[in-house]
């Protein structure tokens, strides 16, 4: 299997004034944030506002964004929602486009059992022949990934780790236990990077990173080498704005961080657009946070 990359960027989908998918912009927001030391880019996942955005839009952008970037660094597609079927299909035309890996979403809405969770995800991996990243992210999905099924699915080869976003520690350190070093655990939640990766996970899934790339890789660095005491130091450093990212519900502030650093990703499409309001009442605890970082990516 191809190495996928510890820190990966959960890439925000610049959209145009009249709400189109702005290619060209998504390329130059790519290469920006390869190049400020991310290893590869989720492309159609939460952060990328995948629910609003129709299939031939997601196939666009993730070859548009694999041709920017080339192998410079990996592409992560999210092809999978709550219908397995059309998850098939999406994944196969996927890796026609030369994806370098999946992203596996538990599915929302609908609620499987842990059994029909197994079912699916086999049934999506089994189509192609690239790797997938399962995703545990039950905020989003009202259902968890428990840990033996996460555990079963492990044993698939194709499937090559998870994104957990569970915030259940013991769950998550379970993974780490008893999955086979080939098998790796990437942290859901800037948040949690430090923890999780100190326990033995491999990396994390990237917010921030639309931003602070340069940083977040720094910390994941002090981490491996074994320097906890600095690395600690920096993860309380950083926490602030991890947490501020969260403030309301992402890709939202993280789309706003970005504009107002002049980054020029347009606005969201609805419904992932607050209220004017709303938005004046975030901006006014977000901003004193956000001016207390330097940004790695600059505009331009």
Known sequence: MAEIGRLLTAMVTPFTTTGEVDYVRAREIAK????????????????????????????????????????????????TDNNTRKSVELSISAEKLGVDALLLTVPAYNKPTQGGLIGHFKEIAGSVKIPGILYNVPSRTALNMDLDTTLELSEIPNIIGTKEASSDA?????????????????????????????????GVVSVAGNLISAQVKHLIGLILEGNIELAAKEHLRLLPFFNALFFITNPIPVRYAMNRCELNVGSGRLPMIPSDDELQLFSKKFDPVMDGYDIDIQAG
Request: glycine share 14%.
């Open 32 to 79: 920006k944030i390869i190049k400020n030391g991310s290893d590869g880019l989720v492309i159609g996942g939460t952060t990328g506002e995948a629910p609003s955005m129709s299939d031939e839009e997601k196939l666009n952008l993730y070859k548009e964004v694999k041709d920017a970037i080339g192998d410079e660094g990996t592409v992560i597609a999210g092809t």
């Open 170 to 202: 013991d769950q998550i350190n379970y993974i780490i236990k008893n999955v086979s070093d080939s098998f790796k655990v990437w942290s859901g939640n800037d948040n949690e990077t430090f923890s999780i990766i100190s326990a033995g996970g491999y």
